[in-house]
């Protein structure tokens, strides 16, 4: 019987650290491009990125800005490219859309649901900010709901999915939000096979225990059967065994800058290619294979590199 082959996500710079967080937090295009290629280089088969503003590192849905990055990752390295349509907790559900409209990628990223989002508990973390924006976002999250109703869900469905072929990464930060994409299932809005990406320990989401991780995959099983790839991410100290542990119980993984700025206990990972090595030699070791970047293409629907927008 042949090795299970595992997609590593990498999610590179996302929107919820900020640049006071670490100095290894790329946040210019350069910056971007470059931690993305080193990490495609290290193993990664997905490449889950957010652009942020040159100057300060603050989040952006430009797609100016994602055109400064995006065409140099496609030309020198095979990974998949996957863009955000969470995009910041500043930004509408339109402001959020724009860049991967404009870009049309193979995979764009898919919140289940509305949800609180918390990131405040960072603030006393950090007694110096590099910029003004910093303590503001994420004091701001104190009294917001990250918003994708059932109506958003289905106009990023149809002008992404219809629309631009793009496949999703559907994330799930609870159990409800199997439920709704089990819904849309149902209705025939999205189509098999699905790309789930289970998520641990952010404030507002299923929290960080192990007994979750089973349960999440049970009712998965229980909602989508043979018709999904199941993926974990775990924010913070709870990545590496969250992911391992996934993988072990027939996941794929997802890890990235995004989701920890830590490589282990009290030690920032220098580079995303650092998160991404740890990993994959945790997979070599227990024996599971990774999977190639056209791969997952074929795992998962995609329509292939040569068929976006930039």
């Not at 959020?96 to 995979?107: D, K, S, Y």
């Not at 109506?151 to 629309?163: P, Q, S, W, Y």
């Not at 404030?203 to 991780?213: K, Q, S, T």
């Not at 999440?216 to 991410?233: C, N, P, Q």
Request: net charge neutral.
């Amino acid at each position: 019987m042949p090795a299970r082959k595992v997609i590593i996500s990498c999610a590179v710079t996302g929107s919820i650290h900020t640049p006071s967080m670490s100095p290894h937090l790329p946040v210019t295009p350069e910056q971007i491009a470059q931690s993305a290629i080193d990490a495609a280089k290290a193993g990664a088969t997905i490449l889950h990125l957010h652009a942020r503003n040159p100057q300060d590192g603050s989040p952006t849905p430009d797609p100016e800005v994602f055109m400064q990055f995006l065409p140099r990752i496609k030309a020198e390295c095979d990974a998949v490219i996957n863009i955000t349509t969470g995009g910041g907790h500043n930004m509408t559900v339109e402001q959020r859309l724009q860049g991967a409209l404009r870009l049309q990628p193979e995979m764009c990223s898919l919140n289940m649901g509305s949800m609180n989002f918390g990131l405040f508990p960072a603030l006393a973390k950090i007694k110096h900010w590099q910029h003004e924006w910093e303590p503001r976002y994420l004091e701001a999250s104190r009294d917001f709901i990250f918003r994708n109703t059932f109506a958003d869900i289905e106009t990023i469905v149809r002008k992404l999915g219809d629309g631009c072929g793009a496949r999703f990464e559907f994330e799930c930060y609870d159990v409800g939000h199997l439920y709704t994409l089990h819904h849309f299932l149902e209705r025939g809005l999205v189509k098999p096979p699905l790309f789930v990406q289970t998520i641990f320990g952010i404030l507002g989401g299923i929290g960080a225990d192990i007994e979750n991780l089973a349960h999440m995959r049970r009712i998965a099983d229980k909602l989508f059967g043979k018709d999904y790839e199941w993926s974990v991410l775990a924010a913070g100290r709870h990545q590496t065994n969250f992911v391992t542990t996934g993988a072990v119980m027939g996941g794929h993984v997802r890890v990235g800058l995004e989701d920890s700025l830590y490589l282990e206990k009290g030690k920032l990972a220098e580079s995303n290619a650092a998160q991404v090595t740890k990993i994959r030699r945790i997979l070599e070791d227990l024996s599971l294979e990774i999977a190639t970047p056209d791969e997952a293409r074929q795992k998962l629907g995609l329509k292939g590199k040569e068929a976006v927008a930039f």
